[in-house]
Structures are given as C-alpha cells and as structure tokens.
C-alpha cells in the first residue's frame, strides 16, 4: 500500500511577525502524533515570504513528493480560530514581500479565480471558519499556486496569532483532526 503523504508549509518571518505561528504550527505537527494515527508521512516546508520563492518551491513540492494533500498555512492577525480559505485570485497582488518585489501582474499564468475542490462541508463540526478571501498577499499566492498545479487535494488554511490561549501545540491538534477529515474525502 502506497503510503499517503502529506505536505504541510508554513511561512517564514514577515513585518511584524518576528516568529510566524503558521512554521510554529507546522512545527509542532509532528508531535501530535500525525504519522501514525493517519498512517501518513509527513512534510514540514517553511517557505519565506517571496512570490519568488512561492513560485520556485510550490512546483518542487508537487513534483518530489506527490502529496495527497497538500497544506499550506499562513497567520493572520484576523483570524481568532483556524480560518478555511475556499477561494485564491491569480491577480491585484499589490503589497510588497520580503524582498520588497510585486508580481507583475500581467506575467501571472493564471489570473483566474480558483476554488478547492475539497468539500468544507465535513469540517462544519470542528471550531473553524470559512473564508474566500486569503488576502491578496503569499497566503492567497502560494494558494493559487497550488490549486493552479491541483485542486483536488489542496487546502489553504490562516491561522491565528500564538497566544496563551491559542499555543502552536494546542492549534497543531486543531489541525490534525482536519486533515484528517479532509483526507477522508481522497480516500
């Protein structure tokens, strides 16, 4: 039996976050205990915060590890809980990244709204919100990205702030229990 393996990306430091929550969630995956109750092997990628990057790494992932999911995280100061994006834009990326560089908009090969087409509907259950509005920024980039090489098996998910009531552990449970269920749908 093939073993399923599941690619989770986090993002490097930005602005004002010195420490990103979305790499220290990813971080701590592990520890959850993942691998073994989903009998998966699991990929941790911090990736910066680079349209270069995104655009460098996103299709190295696909390719060398083939994932049956593919999760890609982003903090956001919005987000109380974990917030499931539905939705990623393939144009009006307007704010600069690290490197302080805007994609050209007119170079993007898929200006295109893109939707998941994993169902949300299985995780009404679990303490999430659902969005269609990544930000306009690498979260809904890298996003595009990934729905542009598969949509069946990508998911893009903010999360909040690292606080006393939201740890990088507590939050990594969260989000197992929602790959799970997501992988239950590629089953």
Same mark, same amino acid.
């Given at each position: 039996?093939?073993?399923?393996?599941?690619?989770?990306?986090?993002?490097?430091?930005?602005?004002?976050?010195?420490?990103?929550?979305?790499?220290?969630?990813?971080?701590?995956?592990?520890?959850? /205990?993942?691998?073994?109750?989903?009998?998966?092997?699991?990929?941790?990628?911090?990736?910066?915060?680079?349209?270069?990057?995104?655009?460098?790494?996103?299709?190295?992932?696909?390719?060398?590890?083939?994932?049956?999911?593919?999760?890609?995280? /982003?903090?956001?100061?919005?987000?109380?809980?974990?917030?499931?994006?539905?939705?990623?834009? /393939?144009?009006?990326?307007?704010?600069?990244?690290?490197?302080?560089?805007?994609?050209?908009?007119?170079?993007?090969?898929?200006?295109?709204?893109?939707?998941?087409?994993?169902?949300?509907?299985?995780?009404?259950? &679990?303490?999430?919100?659902?969005?269609?509005?990544?930000?306009? &920024?690498?979260?809904?980039?890298?996003?595009?990205?990934?729905?542009?090489?598969?949509?069946?098996?990508?998911?893009?998910?903010?999360?909040?702030?690292?606080?006393?009531?939201?740890?990088?552990?507590?939050?990594?449970?969260?989000?197992?229990?929602?790959?799970?269920?997501?992988?239950?749908?590629?089953?």
């Amino acid at each position: 039996m093939v073993e399923k393996v599941i690619v989770v990306t986090g993002f490097g430091p930005f602005r004002q976050y010195k420490v990103n929550s979305s790499w220290e969630i990813a971080k701590c995956l592990f520890d959850t /205990g993942i691998e073994n109750e989903l009998n998966c092997k699991l990929i941790k990628i911090e990736v910066p915060v680079s349209y270069k990057d995104v655009d460098e790494i996103i299709p190295k992932l696909w390719t060398e590890y083939k994932p049956t999911l593919m999760v890609h995280l /982003g903090v956001s100061c919005f987000a109380k809980t974990l917030t499931v994006e539905t939705t990623a834009h /393939g144009h009006d990326y307007l704010k600069e990244d690290i490197n302080g560089i805007c994609p050209d908009s007119r170079c993007l090969a898929n200006d295109s709204k893109l939707e998941t087409c994993l169902s949300i509907d299985c995780l009404k259950d &679990y303490d999430i919100c659902v969005s269609q509005d990544a930000g306009r &920024y690498l979260c809904e980039y890298i996003y595009h990205k990934s729905l542009t090489i598969n949509k069946n098996q990508t998911i893009f998910i903010h999360v909040p702030e690292l606080s006393e009531d939201n740890t990088a552990q507590k939050l990594a449970k969260h989000l197992k229990l929602i790959i799970a269920k997501l992988l239950e749908q590629l089953n």
